[in-house]
């Protein structure tokens, strides 16, 4: 493999990353599985070391470095110490630069620095149950009234949901006229009128809470508005280059896993007399996968090197999510195939890194919507299916 563009001190951050996952948060994701939510502790815990929102100014406790490798070094340490249920990054990167690109600086002043500490978990509420990629279909609606607006509405699949102490929610302004007219609301923990429903259990990723909220009649003041109002969808647009980047370097650092796991388990398992490494079959399924791992993580990097000089695309991070998916996956069902009926026990690692992939070709945008944009940039607009506008 290449050599990758790591700085010393990025480097020095990695080990430190590395040891902290190993004794603060491994040890317990086994009880957090069973109990379907990583305790509030974690977040705290990464917030105390300095792991967590690490890239705002040093007034509201970061250190005020947007080097994006950092945060990809954390996304690949935590997708191969197998504790992404811990969904930090969601948290720490997905939602937090909402706070400084969009809000004001008595928003930034009121919730940053506890965001740093880990003392508010954020989370962001954009799908519906009948709104998924296609935000443009979304129902909850907000109205304005004197001082507050009245949001109604539900969100379902919301990460963090039972977690969250502050949550994003994208709502229409303007439904009636415009359905790409959305606004982002503050909406705090406590407030009258927002209920979590259900903590969902899923296929994998056990210890990450996903829930159900529910807005009835929900008075969110007006210095709660995250930006302008009847700009969210293009906020929401905007992040989502970001998204998928962040989740093609988790997803790669998973499939990485997958690869080590059946490397060394195929060296130690016997068929017939021999290592099943010695089997040809086997030899050509890891040579393949190998390049395959190492043609990604290339382009990975470029990627990141593109987002910190302002120049990553919405097509190129869509190219880099619909391919580490789709390897995560892959790299997964190999893995299984080569463990044979030990690949099937939930004992064996290599178990829960098939159903912890499935999800991965599926949010932040499917697989078959990321070739829609890849095929709308090969092609031109004129044969884009529907608006894609809303990717």
Not at 203 to 218: H, I, S, V
């Amino acid at each position: 493999m290449l050599p990758r563009d790591f700085t010393e001190e990025q480097i020095m951050f990695r080990d430190a990353y590395r040891q902290f996952l190993a004794q603060e948060i491994v040890p317990h994701m086994e009880d957090w599985r069973e109990a379907g939510i990583v305790d509030r502790s974690a977040f705290r815990k990464a917030g105390e070391a300095g792991f967590l929102m690490i890239w705002p100014d040093e007034k509201y406790g970061g250190i005020g470095d947007n080097d994006f490798r950092f945060e990809q070094i954390i996304t690949e340490e935590t997708a191969y110490a197998r504790v992404a249920d811990w969904y930090n990054t969601l948290h720490s990167r997905l939602v937090g630069p909402y706070l400084t690109r969009f809000g004001n600086e008595e928003q930034c002043d009121r919730f940053l620095s506890k965001c740093v500490s880990g003392e508010c978990v954020l989370a962001i509420a954009m799908t519906e149950p009948d709104a998924g990629s296609d935000l443009a279909g979304m129902r909850t609606s907000a109205v304005e009234a004197d001082d507050h607006w009245v949001i109604n509405g539900q969100k379902t699949y919301i990460s963090n949901g039972i977690n969250a102490d502050l949550v994003i929610v994208a709502a229409k302004t303007d439904p009636d006229n415009n359905p790409h007219h959305m606004t982002l609301f503050l909406v705090e923990r406590g407030m009258e009128g927002f209920e979590r429903g259900r903590n969902l259990k899923k296929m994998g990723l056990k210890a990450q809470d996903t829930a159900e909220l529910f807005f009835t009649d929900l008075k969110v003041p007006k210095q709660n508005v995250l930006g302008e109002v009847g700009h969210g969808f293009y906020y929401l647009m905007e992040g989502l280059a970001e998204e998928r980047l962040i989740g093609a370097a988790g997803y790669l650092s998973a499939a990485q896993l997958s690869y080590d796991l059946a490397a060394e388990y195929v060296k130690e398992r016997k068929a017939f007399g021999k290592p099943v490494a010695a089997f040809q079959n086997t030899q050509f399924k890891l040579a393949e996968l190998r390049t395959e791992l190492d043609l990604a993580q290339t382009y990975v990097d470029q990627c990141v090197a593109a987002f910190n000089g302002g120049a990553l695309t919405a097509v190129d991070a869509a190219k880099a999510k619909l391919v580490t998916s789709e390897l995560q996956c892959k790299a997964a069902d190999i893995g299984v195939q080569l463990h044979g009926g030990a690949g099937y026990m939930d004992e064996y690692p290599i178990s829960r890194q098939f159903t912890d992939a499935r999800i991965s070709p599926i949010y932040a945008g499917t697989s078959e919507v990321m070739k829609i944009i890849i095929s709308r940039d090969c092609l031109g607009d004129d044969y884009a299916p529907f608006n894609t506008r809303n990717f």
